[in-house]
């Protein structure tokens, strides 16, 4: 399991969290309560004398209230798409589904059954919990995978058959739909309440270098915690501009954290790019300030930052600045 794999798994298992992106996903409702959720078992099982079968999934959560399950939640992060993610999905929750129906059979081990039910285990009046799995993709393409097992099967249409034909067939067999969440092609972030909102929306921006990076800096992502930042860090493969967070914090009295933003990086970069080119091809000092000069302001209406700290991400020598100084104060 890779670094992102195991940091998506870690920060969607907060309870708040898990909650919160089933929340979205059911359109806003506050159907799941944080409060409610327990930790469920990631790890299926299904053994018996002829073979055995283990499944793993990457978050699962039970609905508890007054002591009783009432549903099974269970959260899949894919990165590319599964094009039998429709069948995994159905094995996984009948897993689900068979521990309940062994949980019972325990139960009602030495109670007086009839029939059937001395049989199985299985009482009439016994209800198994409701198991949902939604799959949270991070990939780049929309998802273009199958979300229904008919999509997934072969009915023969425009083949002629004798008899009953495939397509008829179709009607005798159950169809089975899973949720999918495509980050990329998502329309309203707004359903989600905690901080997830703006993971997706960053996220959506990354390969925005300037979105990204004014996003970024905004009041909106001022106060990301620790833990996000970290989180946007592995998902972009990418760190801050340390420098320039330190001096953002520094300035607003903040404590230093740990930060991220591969897209602010890449745009510092560009601007010390574009100065080192425009210089180069003019071949004299006035070609590269006036390269320079394009990056210093560049950085500082895109990102906000003051001539000082575009100048610390530039990396111009103190001996320098005060000729850009005053250039800067020019219209």
Not at 1 to 9: A, Q
Not at 62 to 84: F, P, R, T, W
Not at 95 to 112: E, H, L, P, S, T
Not at 175 to 182: E, F, K, P
Request: hydrophobic share 35%.
């Amino acid at each position: 399991m890779g670094r992102r794999d195991r940091k998506k798994k870690s920060y969607f298992d907060d309870a708040s969290r898990f909650a919160d992106i089933f929340n979205g996903y059911f359109g806003g409702n506050p159907f799941l309560d944080a409060g409610q959720l327990e930790e469920a078992d990631t790890v299926l099982v299904k053994a018996d004398e002829e073979a055995f079968l283990e499944r793993i999934t990457d978050c699962a959560k039970k609905q508890l209230k007054n002591g009783s399950i009432l549903a099974v939640y269970m959260m899949e992060n894919q990165l590319s798409i599964d094009y039998s993610m429709v069948v995994r999905i159905m094995l996984e929750e009948s897993m689900a589904y068979d521990r309940q129906v062994k949980r019972i059979r325990k139960q009602n081990c030495g109670d007086a059954l009839m029939n059937g039910e001395f049989l199985y285990g299985v009482k009439k009046e016994d209800r198994l919990s409701p198991v949902v799995t939604l799959v949270v993709y991070w990939g780049d393409e929309p998802w273009n995978g199958a979300r229904s097992l008919h999509e997934l099967l072969d009915f023969g249409e425009g083949r002629q058959e004798k008899g009953l034909s495939l397509c008829e067939l179709k009607k005798y067999i159950p169809d089975y739909r899973i949720n999918v969440l495509d980050v990329n092609t998502w329309k309203d972030f707004s359903v989600f309440q905690t901080e997830i909102r703006k993971v997706f929306e960053l996220y959506t921006r990354r390969n925005d270098k300037k979105s990204f990076a004014a996003y970024a800096a905004s009041e909106e992502c001022k106060d990301l915690d620790a833990e996000t930042q970290e989180l946007i860090c592995v998902l972009t493969g990418s760190r801050l501009l340390q420098r320039i967070q330190r001096e953002k914090r520094k300035k607003e009295g903040m404590k230093e954290e740990r930060g991220m933003w591969k897209a602010i990086e890449e745009l510092y970069e560009d601007g010390r790019k574009e100065g080192r080119e425009e210089g180069r091809e003019e071949g004299m000092k006035e070609g590269r300030q006036e390269g320079q000069t394009s990056a210093l302001r560049n950085l500082m209406k895109t990102m906000h930052l003051t001539a000082e700290q575009a100048m610390d991400a530039l990396l111009i020598p103190e001996t320098m600045r005060a000729e850009y100084r005053a250039t800067l104060k020019q219209p």
